[in-house]
C-alpha cells in the first residue's frame, strides 16, 4: 500500500519540507497523557479550536479512528506556518491524484496569531487539530523513522516542526 504513495515524499521537499517519511499508520505511537502536557502548561488550551478541549474528538474516538488507516506522511519542517501549509497541499495532492477522500492532515494552527475561539474559526479548511491534541507521542512516533535531534556547525539546534497526514 505504501507504494502506491511514495510520489508524496519528494513532492513534500519539493515545495518546502525539510524531511518527510512513509510509515504505517500502526506504528504511531499513542499515549493519552499527552492531554496532560496540553492541560498544564500550553497556553493554546482551550483558546483554539484545534486545541483539546476545543477539538470535539476524544483521545479514544481517534484512537479508534486511527485504525481505519493504514498509512501515514511524517513531515519535518523548519517552522509551523511553513509546516501547515505543506501539509494542507500534502493533503490535497493525497486526495486530487490518488484518490485519498479520507487524507487528513494534523498540524498546529498558526493561521490566525489569535484565533477566533469562541467565534467561528475564520479559516475552517486551513484548520487541522494538532497531532498532540489527539494523543499521539510525536517523539516516540518520529524517532523510529531516523528523525533525529540536529545541529548546525555552530552547535546551535536546528528547528525542526513535524506534522502527519493520514493517507488510507
Ligand atoms: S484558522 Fe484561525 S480561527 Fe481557525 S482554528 Fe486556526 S487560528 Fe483559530
Redesign the pocket.
Known sequence: MEQSFENLVPYAKSIGAVDAKLMKARDIVLDSRSLLKCRFGCGRWGK???CQPNIGISIDEFTETLQKYQTALVLKCVEPKIAQEITLAVEKEAMMQHGAIFAFGMAL????ED???PDP????H??RPSMDGLGIDIAKTVEPLGFKVEFDAQGNLLPAWYTMVLLD
Do not use: D, E, I, M
Not at 109 to 112: A, L, N, P, S
Not at 121 to 124: A, E, N
Open positions: 483554539y479550536w484545534t494552527c498558526v493561521q490566525c484565533c477566533a475561539f474559526c475564520r479559516f475552517p486551513l484548520a
